[in-house]
């Protein structure tokens, strides 16, 4: 494929579903699968799954499918899953001590290296053999340690702040779950998840569906409305 | 406006966004905004920001801008944010556990009003005043209390079977953190945060954007390049 082909981001967004689905079908040992059954599984259609592999030069065959594995190993490659992943956690608080807890960061080679705090009370002590240091030797430890990722859990207030110390000191990119937007460079990678924003996102979607004037047309045919907005009532 | 007028999913996940940012104005006592100040806050450009307000009315007027207070108010009734919500988690792990400490939720009228595990070490602790119950008690719970959504923060192993029951019961959304993708019927609303997809999507970006070639490339003409993907290596 040509080299140069640069790849949409609603793709990239798609790849890890891919990647989780055919490492379901690897521990189910299935070997291989048409564009048609991944799609059924999936739910793409089976044209836009082939357009989507096909970003990666096609590793589909008339008849045959796509071999499970291989597909598996090149996102793997793809993502850049083949390596580690060096992160620190700013934030000690609920989110931040919960994602140090979830094992399975490490089991796919992302690894929280220490957590950074102002909070007294917590430095000094370990979240799951992660050390919680204090936020004035993060400077320090970025520039001693390779650090890929900055986990962002700390109060929006110093969100953006930090987040373009952390730029300076050289972290390549931020997680961000500061309920805020974050100013970086252009060559620093944010990925945020605002929780909050996506709960109101579902919300705004229950209320639509099942608002009284809605819940009737819902009834009357029995199946799910498009969100309606009247900003008459 | 027509009333019958659909809203576009894209312009839908924006709006808790604008929410977030008019809220911040109005803290500051910012009254009235152009669609050209809100664009150089948001980062994006002011036509988008007309054309986006433009599908509740539009509330702007010319040379005025759009009234803050007044904007903030409409988004807000348009998310259903002016009503409570009343919301279980299911599966008091680490991120079930911090998103019932998350105090900002109920600030907003999203109450969590249990848990529910299946394990006995921690079925009747109390998390931030909210009960942990066993995942047994759960029909009858849903049946007796309005649960407009359910948290689901548990095993993918489970989830899938909990959400159809959940489905069954009554829950009008899922909010969902198991790492699976759920199938549920059209009438339930569903809205994943898969966090490792998320992160996966990050580590991508960065990966491709200092991959050793992306890095000379990058360095040569000193701006940040778009993926490249090579299967070649």
Known sequence: MDSEKR???AVINRLPRYYRYLGDLLESDITRISSKELSAKMNITA???R???NNFGGFGQQGYGYNVEYL???IKKILG???LYNMIVV???NIGQALVNYTNFEKRGFVIKAVFDINPRIIGMTIRGVEVHDVDKMEEYIKNNSIDVAILTLPRSKAVKVANDLAKWGVKGMWNFSHV???VPEDVLVENVHLTDSLMTLLYKINEMYSEESE????ANGLPIKPIVDLED
Not at 216 to 219: F, G, I, P, T, V
């Open 91 to 93: 934030g000690g608080g």
């Open 81 to 83: 899953l083949d390596r």
């Open 51 to 53: 357009q989507d592999l």
């Open 72 to 74: 598996h190993n090149e």
């Open 181 to 183: 937007d974050l100013q």
């Open 7 to 9: 790849i949409s981001p």
């Open 216 to 219: 009737l047309h819902h009834l």
């Open 47 to 49: 044209s836009q799954i």
